[in-house]
C-alpha cells in the first residue's frame, strides 16, 4: 500500500518528528531527469528530512519534486505528511508508487544524521511516485536503519 512515512508511522503507532535539513531547488541530476521523465536541467526541487522516533534517528529521505509542479514549496510546512501536503495544497493525487530496496554501508554523511558508524548496515529505498494521471511526481531516496526499520511486503501469484 503506497502511504507516506507519517502514515506508516502513525500506523505502527510510533510518534514521528521531522528536521529538514535542507530545500533547495537545482536542476535535476540526470537520473532523476530520467525517473521523473523530465527534460535534462528542469528544475526539481530537493528535500532532505531527518526522521526520528522516540528520539532516535530512524531515516534520512531526500525527495525530488518538479518544481512546476509544486511552486513555493517552501512556504509550506515541511515537516509534517509531504504526501498530504502534495495532495491538499497542488492537487496531485498520489496513486501508485515503484520501489527499488537494497542494503548497504552508511555513507559518512549518513552515518552522521543517523548516529551511527561509517559503513553501519542499512537498508536503501528508491521511490518512484506516480500521480493518479499517470505523471511521475516524486523520486524518493531512503536510507532506512535496519536494526529499528523493517518492510512489509504481501505477493500475490496470478495463475
Request: proline share 5%; charged share 20%.
Given at each position: 500500500q503506497?502511504?507516506?512515512?507519517?502514515?506508516?508511522?502513525?500506523?505502527?503507532?510510533?510518534?514521528?518528528?521531522t528536521?529538514?535539513?535542507?530545500?533547495?531547488?537545482?536542476?535535476a541530476?540526470?537520473?532523476?531527469?530520467?525517473?521523473l521523465?523530465?527534460?535534462?536541467?528542469?528544475?526539481?526541487?530537493?528535500?532532505q528530512?531527518?526522521?526520528?522516533?522516540?528520539?532516535?534517528?530512524?531515516?534520512?529521505?531526500?525527495?525530488?519534486?518538479?518544481?512546476?509542479?509544486c511552486p513555493?514549496?517552501e512556504?509550506?510546512?515541511?515537516?509534517s505528511?509531504l504526501?498530504?501536503?502534495?495532495?491538499?495544497?497542488?492537487?496531485?493525487?498520489?496513486?501508485?508508487?515503484?520501489e527499488t530496496?537494497r542494503?548497504?554501508?552508511?555513507?559518512q554523511?549518513?552515518?552522521?544524521?543517523?548516529?551511527?558508524r561509517?559503513?553501519?548496515?542499512?537498508?536503501?529505498?528508491?521511490?518512484?511516485t506516480?500521480?493518479?494521471?499517470?505523471?511521475?511526481?516524486?523520486?524518493?531516496?531512503?536510507?532506512?536503519c535496519?536494526?529499528?526499520?523493517?518492510?512489509?511486503v504481501?505477493?500475490?501469484?496470478?495463475?
Amino acid at each position: 500500500q503506497l502511504v507516506s512515512t507519517t502514515e506508516a508511522m502513525r500506523l505502527r503507532g510510533w510518534t514521528l518528528v521531522t528536521k529538514v535539513i535542507h530545500l533547495i531547488t537545482i536542476h535535476a541530476p540526470p537520473h532523476v531527469a530520467r525517473a521523473l521523465e523530465l527534460a535534462p536541467e528542469t528544475n526539481v526541487h530537493e528535500l532532505q528530512r531527518l526522521r526520528i522516533v522516540e528520539q532516535v534517528p530512524l531515516s534520512v529521505q531526500t525527495a525530488y519534486l518538479p518544481a512546476h509542479l509544486c511552486p513555493n514549496l517552501e512556504e509550506n510546512d515541511l515537516t509534517s505528511s509531504l504526501y498530504r501536503l502534495l495532495e491538499t495544497r497542488y492537487n496531485l493525487r498520489l496513486w501508485t508508487g515503484q520501489e527499488t530496496l537494497r542494503a548497504r554501508g552508511a555513507t559518512q554523511d549518513e552515518a552522521r544524521l543517523l548516529q551511527v558508524r561509517k559503513g553501519t548496515p542499512v537498508m536503501s529505498a528508491e521511490r518512484l511516485t506516480y500521480s493518479s494521471t499517470g505523471t511521475p511526481v516524486e523520486y524518493l531516496e531512503s536510507v532506512w536503519c535496519g536494526d529499528r526499520y523493517d518492510f512489509k511486503v504481501t505477493l500475490t501469484r496470478s495463475l
